[in-house]
């Protein structure tokens, strides 16, 4: 008989708990007459675990890279499923009723996510922090920076068709794991629902395997990677224009605002903010283009800006040029001092040239190193291997 469902538990030393989240998903398969399997993703357990999910009937799948990440990948991978549900061993989460879940699937949806806010968080399930400030300013986050329409952007019950977490290619092994799938769903335009569910109180006895602080850095931190038009582009964008108009202005003269006045020492700031944010643009670029190298981010579907960006050999040219324009104002502030007469030298102004120069000469450099490290990643790499004969067998 084909399997419809496969529900899947990350597991790590989860024996207090493993028996009655096994229990309830089978009671679920039981009741609504699914073809399913349970599976239990072991990441190394020493307390037993394996053998209880193994008496229980459940199908264990040992995964030794550790990691969150690592063991829903691989007990998915191991799926036999056209359907995927995932939740946490702990029973914090209901496997008996998983109903709402399986319907969205059966109608047509890619990816649905568990609300623990919609369907109710029990007294001590949810520390205030998580509940009030992490995953509220988390989601948020998430649904600014790619448009997601999830309200509990990492709520650990969700479900999937196994053609569809194929399709996002998750590359991440830890905590990262849950927002790279939501990231890429969006991303990738796939149909992602909600359905309410209830969070109960952890039933393990020891501490759990969650950071608040640290795991909600590394989600946050791994959006802000994500984005890199946020992280990068605009803030660099922002830099240079603030930097190139009050540069150009105080390039031809100093400006007075009330007792201040504004000069060199300005200027220099200004072309600091030019060249940081130029550096910052081509940022954006190179980890765009390494992300989607990688497998990290999705390949979009028409050539973006960062395939239309001109290719090393251009790239190297349109360097050499800013740094032939630099070069230029090298040579205009050398005549200027050479033609100054001896005690009117106009030092302000030899500065002022030295400074564009400097710019100049910086941001063609930038673009030409830029553009040779853009070529390695894009050179193409053998992603196969073929298999070596014995030699010693050849005659």
Not at 74 to 85: H, I, K, N
Request: charged letters at 20%; hydrophobic letters at 50%.
């Amino acid at each position: 008989m084909s399997v419809e469902l496969s529900i899947v538990m990350p597991c790590l030393n989860e024996a207090e708990t493993l028996e009655i989240c096994i229990v309830k998903a089978r009671a679920f398969l039981d009741r609504t007459g699914i073809s399913g399997e349970i599976i239990v993703a072991d990441n190394g357990s020493t307390d037993g675990s394996q053998d209880i999910a193994k008496r229980l009937g459940a199908r264990v799948v040992p995964v030794p890279v550790r990691g969150y990440g690592a063991a829903l990948y691989a007990g998915v991978m191991a799926a036999r499923g056209t359907y995927c549900v995932m939740g946490d061993s702990d029973d914090s989460y209901d496997f008996a009723n998983l109903d709402a879940f399986v319907a969205e699937l059966r109608a047509g949806a890619d990816v649905v996510m568990g609300n623990r806010f919609r369907g109710g968080i029990e007294p001590g399930a949810m520390p205030w922090k998580n509940r009030y400030i992490g995953n509220p300013v988390l989601t948020a986050i998430g649904k600014f920076l790619f448009a997601c329409p999830a309200g509990d952007f990492h709520c650990g019950l969700r479900a999937f068709t196994k053609a569809a977490f194929v399709r996002l290619d998750l590359r991440t092994t830890g905590m990262e794991f849950a927002s790279e799938m939501v990231i890429k769903a969006a991303l990738m335009n796939m149909k992602l629902v909600e359905v309410p569910t209830r969070l109960y109180p952890d039933g393990r006895s020891r501490p759990p395997h969650l950071r608040p602080f640290r795991d909600g850095w590394r989600h946050l931190r791994f959006m802000l990677l994500f984005s890199p038009n946020w992280l990068f582009l605009y803030p660099g964008l922002a830099l240079m224009a603030v930097g190139f108009i009050a540069g150009g202005v105080l390039y031809f003269n100093p400006v007075y605002i009330g007792d201040i006045r504004l000069s060199i020492d300005t200027l220099i700031y200004c072309a600091t903010m030019i060249e940081v944010g130029f550096q910052s643009v081509l940022f954006m670029l190179l980890s765009r283009v390494f992300a989607i190298q990688e497998g990290l981010f999705p390949r979009p579907a028409a050539p973006s800006y960062v395939d239309r960006f001109p290719g090393f050999e251009n790239g190297v040219m349109a360097g050499l040029a800013i740094v032939a324009i630099g070069c230029g104002f090298v040579i205009h502030a050398m005549r200027v001092w050479a033609n100054a007469h001896f005690g009117n030298l106009d030092v302000e102004s030899i500065t002022r040239i030295v400074i564009v120069s400097s710019v100049f000469l910086s941001m063609g450099l930038e673009i030409i190193f830029s553009s040779f490290l853009l070529g390695m990643f894009r050179l193409n790499i053998r992603a196969f291997s073929v298999p070596v004969g014995d030699e010693s067998k050849a005659g």
